[in-house]
Every structure is written in C-alpha cells, then in structure tokens.
C-alpha cells in the first residue's frame, strides 16, 4: 500500500514504517487520512499539557541572564526601545467570513501551511488580554524569549503598566516572578520605575522580592523614592523592603526621599528604621543631600528629629558650604538661624563665605560675613577679597571691604605658588583683570600697591593701560621696582614701556628714575658682542653679554643701552633717549648709544642734546624736582606753588 511508507513533516510528526499501520490495513486511503490527522492533533495537545506542567529550569525563579546565551530562544532577541520582533503562535482566522474548510479526507490540511502571527510586545502593550491567552495556551515558549536587555513577556508587561498582563502569565508561570534582565532588573524593579502602583501592588501579592537590586545596587525601594511615589514606598515597605540597602555609591531610600524633598517619605522610612546619619562613599548623609539641593522642608524636618547639621563629607564640606555654593539662600538662612557652624573649612581651607564669594551668590554673602570668624578666613591663607577680585565680582568686593576685611591680606604662600606670577594680593587680581573700578576700590581702602614679587604696576605698565598706570601712581606704586627674574640696571617700567612714549614720559614726570638708564659699565669703551636669550614667556627678550662657557658673565644686569638693542624697539631708540634725556642732568652717552644715534641722520640733534652746555634752565628743573621729591610729585598739582612753576615743573608746553 502507498500509506506504507507515508511520513507526515513538521508538527505531523516523524515518519513511521510499515508496522505502525498493520492493524489499520483494511481502510482506505481517505480513512487512514483520517486518523492520522486526528493522532498528530492528539499529541500536540499532549505536549503543551507537558510543558506547563514542567517548566524548563530557565522558568525558575532563581535562574540567571546568563543562562540565556546558550538557549536556542536567542534567536528572537529584542530591546524595550527598538523595533520588535514578531513571536509566532496560532490563532483564529483573521477573516471569519471566509473560513477554511473543515480537515477531511477530501480536504487535507498542507503541513508546510503558514500560520498567521502577530507581534508579541504590542499584544501586551495594548492590553489584549485575549490574544495573550491564547499565547499562553498554544505558544507559551514565546513568553519567555529574552531581548538584549534579558527582558521577557513579564517585564514587558511591567514596563507598560499592564496589570491584568502580569494577572495571566503569573497564572500560567507563577515561578518567573523574579525573573531578572541582564542587569539585573527584576519585573518588580521596571514597575517602581514607571510608577505603575497596581502593577507593583500585583507583583508583590504573587511573591515579588522587593530586595532584589539591579548591577548598580538599586532596589524598587530606592527607585521609588527617587521619583518619589509615596503609594509604592507604602506597598514595599508592606512587604518588606529593606531601608537600610544601599546602591553602589551609598545612597540608601533616605538620600533619595531628602533630596526630593518628600517628607512624607522621609517620615515612613524613618518609622522603618531608616539612620539618619547613613553615609555614602562621599561621606554625604541624607541631611546634606537634602542641603545640597536646596530642600527646605526636609531640612527643616530632620532639624526636628535631631540631626546633626553640622555633618561633614569627605572633602570637608558642610551642608552649609554646599547650599552656599549652590545659591540656596533659603536653605542658608534656616542653617544660620539654627546655628550652623560658618566656620567650619573644608579640607581646602575654604569657608562657606569663600565659595558664596566665588560663586557670585550675593544675599549668601551678606548672610555669612557677620557669622564669619576673620580669624578663621586669614588662617584659610585667602581672603574673601582674592576671589572677589579674581572672578571680578565687584559689588560683593564693595561689601566685603565695607566689612572691615583687610584689603592688604596677602596669600599664603602655598596658595601663591598656584600662580605663576607668584601673585598675592586682591589688587593684583584686579590689575591683573583690567579692572579699573575694583583696583580704585582697594586702593581707596588702603591696599598698598607694592607688596607682590611682581609689581602691579608693571603689569599696567607693559599692557600700556593709562588709567590704570594713573591710578597705581598716584596711590604710591614704585616706578622704580625690578623684576627678579629679569634684572636690569634701570627701572623695570622703563624696559616694559618703552612702545609707549605718552606712557614713558608720564612715568618720567612723575619721579621715575631716568638717570640709571645711562649708567653704562663699559662708558665710551667699545661693548662686547650681545647674545639674546628668552627669559621667560610674555616678556621682551633680554640681552647678555656672551662670553666663554667657563667664564662667568661680566655683568648678570641687564643695561639700557644693551636692552635697547632688541630689535623691536631699535627702530625708536632716538626719540626714547630724547625723552630721557629731559630728565637727567650731566650724563655722557655711552658708545653703544652712540651708535644707535649714528645709525640714524634724523636723530644727529639727540646727539647734540646729549653734550654740554646745558641750559641753566633745565638744571634748575631737574634741582627743584629733586627737592620737591617723588612723593609729592605725584600730587605736585595740590602743593602750595605758583600756578607757572608748577606747569613748569611738570614739563607742560609754554613753560
């Protein structure tokens, strides 16, 4: 017979001999048909009932991701935000209207016929609890079949909120309750996450443990009291979430409820034993994360309870420091009413008022300066005044000096070092900062513009900033500072000015030596050859003598006449030494000068100058001057003199 070696594929089973039919040799073809059909339906059936009733070891509550990487349902993997896969089932015929014929001998089903499918995912997501009956029932491997994330149906139905989801495969699959993802995400977890209260509230009744934290330590717990939901934290708690375990960083539910400012959660977490002082690896408690964000009524609430306001994290910094340097003026206010300790430094040295002060957080300001110990800030090794110059905040400059701190507060020298200038006055940061309104501020208060290694005014000076040259003048800067690191024979304000001849006559009016500038080592004897070397970035290059590698140098001091050989200024060396040589008396031009005089036949009356006889008007100038002083020369308008001399003494045409 032909049905002797009939095989039916696919879901027909595998093939089957001759023997199998020996009983069933005297029916027909369409009789045996028949029969086989009805036996392959049979054993279909049988084995769904198999699967539910023993479920695979990865359907066990305690199974790991990992064990997915080896399964044959890593075929169909998926992620929460991508595009999802299809999962294949059966299901009734999409167009009732049209049924297919009833299976008959005359009518035989196909066994490679296509059956019609639809997406998982949205089933679930939609909420079409038919579809997904049927799921369970005819195609229940589909349930768990993991995405990238280690996501299957039951986190799915979690993340959407699709309680009545979770109703119907918790009741196929009860065990898969703590299923977890690949980073370990519990169903349980995604619902706190999304704030899906039933979903929580179901999972919890079937056994859901709220313990169970994801890669980064986080528990439903936490989660829900970073978003906060005050109904989820009730229901965990109900169960038995844990208010002591804490995520990879520290942060226990206490962290998460005070920095949102949920007291009602701060409140249940606490009546489950939550510590009030539980640190984080930064040594940040509840109490200064709720400082830190600027949460007023959870502060205000764990004041209450007794906590310790004063708590310090591992950097130093207090909740005071910190709500200082973020700009909560709310939350300053209530630490100083209830006594905070302003006082109190960071490991840095750095006071609440330093930080409100860099910052720019002027209310804080005016509320830390009368709780803040000046003791305390010139232990710090800076002053208030350095940031307030620094970051050019000059009206909290204005109420810092109104405050009586000392504008002559100088950095410690650690801190000094910092810079490279070396700086360490508050002036210098202004002057530094071309701010002309800040450095006339701390100068009417008293600061003396001579204190730091490198003059201010040298910094006015080579920038050829008038004003603020002016200003440093007259309130006493020495015209006649050095630089340590690039010494010369004549005054620093000379080498950095000489681009500037508005700027050199100016300092030359007002007692800047002039007459070091001709004093020549080598007179009208011939120069040895120059060598130029750099000394330093942002300075003119300096000259040096050249001389045999085991000689030492002749002179280490930089002269005039060397100096004014560097090639961007030779081109003005005439009318420099014209300038200067208004200013001196009896001086001879050394041979160096001289040639650059020769160099040029429009500066041949420089050297005319140069020569005696001077006039004895000049003479008596220069003499007067030198009786006046350089002191009151700088305020040579206010002395008691005829109005003539004085324009005579200050140069002024006419005279």
């Known amino acids: 017979m032909a049905v002797a070696s009939m095989s039916m594929p696919g879901r027909m089973g595998t093939p089957r001999g001759l023997d199998d039919y020996s009983l069933y040799s005297a029916l027909s073809d369409e009789e045996l048909m028949q029969l086989v059909i009805e036996r392959s339906l049979t054993e279909e059936h049988n084995s769904i009932n198999a699967i539910q009733s023993s479920p695979p070891v990865y ?66 997501e939609n909420g079409d609890l038919k579809a997904l009956k049927e799921i369970v029932k005819c195609n229940p491997k589909s349930l768990f079949v993991p995405n990238e994330d280690g996501w299957i149906s039951l986190h799915e139905a979690a993340y959407y909120g699709q309680e009545e989801c979770l109703k119907i495969i918790l009741r196929a699959h009860p065990g898969i309750v703590n299923t977890c993802g690949t980073c370990n995400q519990t169903p349980l977890l995604l619902a706190a996450i999304f704030h899906h209260v039933n979903c929580v509230e179901c999972l919890l009744d079937r056994g859901a443990n709220p313990n169970i934290a994801n890669n980064d330590g986080e528990t439903p717990l936490l989660k829900a009291c970073g978003k ?171 109420v810092l000096i109104k405050g009586g701190y000392d504008v002559n507060l100088q950095l410690a020298e650690d801190r000094s070092k910092m810079y490279e200038d070396r700086r360490s006055t508050a002036l210098y940061f202004a002057v530094a900062n071309n701010n002309l309104e800040a450095a006339e501020m701390l100068l009417e208060a008293g600061a003396n513009p001579n204190l730091d290694m490198f003059n201010p005014l040298l910094i006015a000076v080579r920038r050829g900033c008038m004003e603020m040259i002016t200003v440093l003048v007259e309130h006493g800067a020495n015209m006649n500072a050095s630089i340590l690191t690039h010494p010369c024979s004549f005054p620093a304000v000379v080498m950095l000015g000489m681009k500037y001849s508005q700027i050199l006559k100016y300092l030359m009016d007002n007692g800047c030596d002039a007459l070091s500038c001709f004093d020549c080592t080598y007179g009208s004897k011939p120069h040895p050859p120059l060598k130029t070397l750099s000394r330093g970035r942002g300075f003119t290059e300096t000259l040096r003598y050249a001389t045999d590698e085991d000689e030492a140098p002749i002179n280490m001091y930089i002269q005039f006449c060397e100096m004014i050989n560097d090639p961007t200024i030779s081109c003005w060396a005439g009318p420099i030494i014209d300038t200067l040589l208004d200013y001196v008396g009896h001086v001879k031009l050394c041979s160096r000068l001289i040639e650059h005089l020769d160099s040029n036949h429009d500066w041949a009356g420089i050297k005319v100058k140069a020569m005696p006889p001077y006039s004895l008007m000049k003479l008596c100038r220069l003499k007067i001057r030198q009786q006046v002083g350089i002191p009151r020369l700088r305020h040579i308008d206010t002395l008691p003199l005829p109005p003539i001399l004085i324009k005579f003494l200050n140069y002024k045409k006419g005279d």
């Open 59 to 124: 359907w066990q509550p305690n199974y790991q991701p990992n064990q997915f990487t080896t399964n044959e349902f890593m075929t169909n993997v998926r992620h929460p935000s991508a595009t999802r896969h299809m999962y294949d089932f059966p299901r009734a015929n999409p167009n009732p209207a049209n049924p297919p014929p009833n299976p008959s001998p005359a009518n035989p089903p196909l066994a490679d016929q296509i059956i019609d499918v639809r997406p998982l995912v949205p089933v679930i």
């Open 228 to 398: 906060p939901n005050a109904e989820i934290v009730d229901h965990l708690l109900k169960y038995g979430a844990s208010v002591h375990k804490a995520c990879v960083q520290g942060l226990t539910p206490l962290h998460e409820a005070a920095g949102h400012d949920n007291v009602e959660i701060c409140q249940m977490l606490l009546d489950a034993g939550a510590k009030l002082n539980a640190a984080n690896i930064y040594g940040i408690d509840p109490f200064f994360t709720a400082a830190q964000n600027g949460r007023v009524e959870v502060l205000s609430f764990l004041i209450s309870k007794g906590v310790d306001m004063n708590c310090q994290a591992c950097d130093g910094a207090t909740p005071l420091y910190e709500s200082s340097k973020n700009g909560h003026k709310e939350v300053v206010e209530l630490l100083l009413s209830q006594k905070a300790d302003a006082n109190r430094a960071t490991k840095s040295g750095l006071l609440p008022l330093h930080v409100a002060v860099q910052k720019g957080h002027f209310d804080i300001v005016s509320m830390l300066i009368p709780a803040t110990s000046k003791a305390k800030v010139q232990c710090s090794g800076i002053s208030p005044l350095h940031l307030a110059a620094e970051h050019n905040r000059d009206w909290i400059l204005e």
